[in-house]
């Protein structure tokens, strides 16, 4: 899943008003954050099969540390224990806690059975909804429309930024979505991580950067 993990940070701003979108992202966007790094540390692997699943390429046969659900555990209790130190921010350390468990979830929905419980072994769960394409890109669109809708609800712009960055940040994801799946397959791994590298960093300060834009609607105190 792509647009989907960010559907879930969008939506969270409802519940979390005063965590700034960008963290609200990096939280069910964590475990994609960490992959591109342990596969250039070479502690997890991928191989490029085109027609492995009808969606995308991608043999995901080594990725325990960064996806498996016990570590997607981990790291949400981590990431949430580190945000709650420093806010003290309860309803904002749920919402990081339940958006990087939500990865493992959504991925679960999607990939084949490649996704691992723990590392070093066991089932590999998946319900294959990449063998659908018509299905995974409608799901991933509606998800992503109604994120943006909910985030749209939960907060309003303060300038002509918080209008436009963010209507513009929506139809990127969008048009990146959509183009994917009619590009040809990544030449190299080493593309898979330069490219998710810079994409997660630019996402991730342009959601910074149009949320500093906007300001939460009133509605009940939190």
């Known amino acids: 899943m792509f647009i989907g ?12 008003p005063r965590t700034s979108m960008s963290v609200l992202l990096a939280a069910p966007l964590f475990c994609d954050i960490l992959w591109p790094f342990f ?15 009808r969606y995308n390429p991608f043999d995901l046969y080594d990725f325990p540390w960064s996806h498996s659900l016990l570590m997607t555990v981990v790291w949400a209790s981590a990431f949430a224990f580190i945000y709650q130190l420093v806010t003290h921010y309860r309803v904002g350390t749920i919402a990081i806690w339940i958006g990087v468990l939500s990865h493992w979830v959504l991925d ?7 996704m691992p419980l723990y590392p070093g072994g066991g089932p590999r769960l998946g319900l294959g909804l990449w063998n ?10 509606v998800m992503l429309l109604a994120g943006a809708w909910l ?3 939960a907060t309003r712009p303060r300038d002509r930024i918080g209008t436009y960055a963010f209507v513009t940040y929506v139809l990127v994801l969008l048009i990146l979505f959509i ?7 990544p030449a190299s791994v080493s593309d898979i991580i330069g490219t998710g590298i810079i994409a997660i960093f630019v ?3 342009w959601a910074w950067w149009f949320d500093h834009h906007r300001v939460p609607r009133p509605g009940p105190a939190v």
């Open 5 to 16: 993990h960010f559907a879930v940070g969008f939506a969270a701003k409802k519940f979390a």
């Open 39 to 53: 596969l250039l540390l070479g502690w997890e692997h991928v191989r490029i099969v085109p027609g492995i699943t």
């Open 108 to 114: 679960w929905i999607t990939h084949r059975p490649d």
């Open 132 to 141: 659908n394409v018509a299905a995974t890109m409608t799901v991933e669109i």
């Open 151 to 153: 985030y749209d609800r």
């Open 179 to 185: 183009g994917d799946r009619f590009a040809t397959a």
């Open 203 to 205: 996402l991730l300060a």
